[in-house]
């Protein structure tokens, strides 16, 4: 079964700061792995997402992610955090050729000026 | 104007009420779904839907009801609501190609049971 899992709640992070949002996955086949991020009083929006090909994706507003098959990890990474970043992001897996996504549980995260 | 809308935003009912969540969206997509989110749950699959004619029950289905009236349409319905549906309802829709099948979401409608 699909299953995914972001073990931090909450990540703190001063503004201009590296951020990483860790998130882990179990398929069976090969993933399709995507980022989402959700604002106050706002539906979910695409950041990024990794189908094959290079390990590190770009998405959306300078983030990226990494994708690594031993440890089967998909980290949310940005070089410079903002303030304006500070929201809920969902690490997101389908098995490809499936048709069902399972979500994380969603970390949010803080950037302090 | 936004792809996806969802209508109420908000809505507040009591036990035992009849509710439905309405679903438009004006991307052209095939494929629609309503989630509910839940704090420290994440998303939680309802139902979903490949095209008018094909609809599906996702992970936690009972107690709800879809209906797809047309390919921009779907609307969800709590028959007789209960407080633990008290949650946040997403739609979401994808256009169902190659697979890769990014979702696009509605703003959201938060729903209180009494």
């Known amino acids: 079964a699909q299953s995914v899992a972001q073990p931090e709640d909450q990540v703190n992070v001063a503004e201009g700061n590296p951020l990483t949002v860790k998130c882990t996955y179990s398929?069976?086949?090969?993933?399709?792995l995507f980022w989402y991020v959700q604002y106050p009083n706002r539906g979910l929006q695409f950041l990024l997402k990794?189908?094959?090909?290079?390990?590190l994706v770009k998405g959306s507003y300078g983030f990226e992610a990494e994708f690594n098959k031993s440890q089967t990890s998909f980290h949310l990474k940005k070089p410079s955090a903002l303030v304006s970043d500070s929201a809920l992001y969902f690490c997101?897996?389908?098995?490809?050729?499936?048709?069902?996504?399972?979500f994380g549980a969603g970390t949010r995260l803080f950037v302090k000026a | 104007d936004a792809d996806v809308t969802q209508t109420p935003r908000n809505r507040i009912t009591k036990t035992g009420k009849r509710i439905m969540l309405e679903c438009s969206q004006t991307k052209g997509h095939d494929r629609m779904y309503w989630y509910r989110q839940d704090p420290g749950l994440g998303l939680r699959l309802i139902y979903y839907?490949?095209?008018?004619?094909?609809?599906n029950k996702g992970e936690i289905s009972d107690g709800y009801s879809v209906s797809r009236q047309a390919q921009a349409k779907f609307s969800l319905s709590l028959e007789s609501a209960i407080p633990n549906q008290t949650a946040l309802y997403f739609c979401?829709?994808?256009?169902?190609?190659?697979?890769?099948?990014?979702?696009?979401f509605g703003p959201g409608t938060r729903l209180t049971v009494l």
């Open positions: 997101a897996v389908r098995e490809g050729g499936g048709f069902k996504t399972i």
């Open positions: 398929v069976s086949g090969n993933p399709y």
């Open positions: 979401a829709t994808s256009a169902g190609t190659s697979g890769v099948d990014t979702q696009y």
């Open positions: 839907s490949f095209d008018v004619k094909d609809i």
């Open positions: 990794y189908i094959t090909g290079d390990n």
